[in-house]
């Protein structure tokens, strides 16, 4: 009888140990915040012009971004979210035409071309199928300098510790005073379309304190 007694508290006390180390294990996975970090990423335009057949397009490779990423029960969440592509990075193939877009698109006042740069407090991100969700990202985007809002919607799909982002904004070149370029009787629209396409490596991870219930 005791040595029955003995094997029964001995099951009762593993299977609460390993209760207790499983509910830890979760509650350090859904309390980690991973750093992400993104380097030669693409940052593509397009804009139409006022003859049908003419339109501008141009990317830069050289988009670089740093954000923190926890998951959330209905999704990942960011924060802290900072991202660049410098000025002289953005080429449309055609060199006088670059001179010209630097020159009355992104230059200052007093001659300085500041990156492009936009900045998110915070976005929360919804499941879709498999490793793959939706993160609506609503922040600032400065051009020249001058910082309008600005919302673009990424498509990201995880593979181990790869993530890769894709997706679709617009900016409105009247909201930052640039006029519409104009050049040989073609001027550009006033919207401009614009696409990121990003690959990044969660570069580390700290386990973060909580309290309360996050959102």
């Known amino acids: 009888m005791t040595s029955t007694f003995v ?25 980690q915040t991973n ?8 940052a593509a335009f397009e804009v139409g ?3 049908g057949a003419i339109s501008v397009h141009g990317k830069s ?15 990942a969440v960011l924060e802290g979210i900072e991202a660049a592509v ?7 193939g ?9 020159k009355y698109v992104f230059t200052t006042s007093d001659g300085q071309q500041p990156d492009l740069r936009f900045s998110a407090d915070k976005a929360v991100c919804t499941k879709g199928d498999g490793r793959e969700s939706t993160c609506e990202l609503t922040g600032n985007l400065a051009i020249r300098g001058t910082a309008r809002p600005f919302t673009v919607v990424m498509k990201v799909s995880e593979n181990g510790d ?23 009787g073609v001027t550009t629209e006033d ?11 969660q570069a580390g991870s700290r386990p973060v304190a909580t309290s309360g219930r996050r959102q």
Do not use: C
């Not at 790869?162 to 104009?182: M, N, W």
């Not at 919207?191 to 490596?201: G, I, Q, S």
């Open 49 to 51: 012009t006022n003859v």
């Open 7 to 31: 094997w029964y508290r001995s099951i009762v006390t593993l299977a609460f140990a390993v209760f207790a180390l499983t509910t830890t294990a979760a509650a350090q996975s859904a309390d």
């Open 191 to 201: 919207d401009v379309k614009l696409r990121f396409d990003l690959t990044a490596k």
């Open 61 to 75: 490779n050289d988009l670089t971004a740093r954000l923190r990423m926890r998951q959330a029960p209905d999704g």
């Open 86 to 92: 410098p000025v002289k990075s953005l080429g449309t």
């Open 162 to 184: 790869t993530l890769r982002a894709v997706g679709d904004g617009k900016v409105t070149l009247s909201a930052y005073g640039i006029e519409r370029p104009s050049q040989l």
């Open 35 to 42: 750093l992400v970090e993104v380097k030669n990423g693409t």
């Open 94 to 102: 055609m060199g006088l035409r670059d001179n010209h877009m630097r």
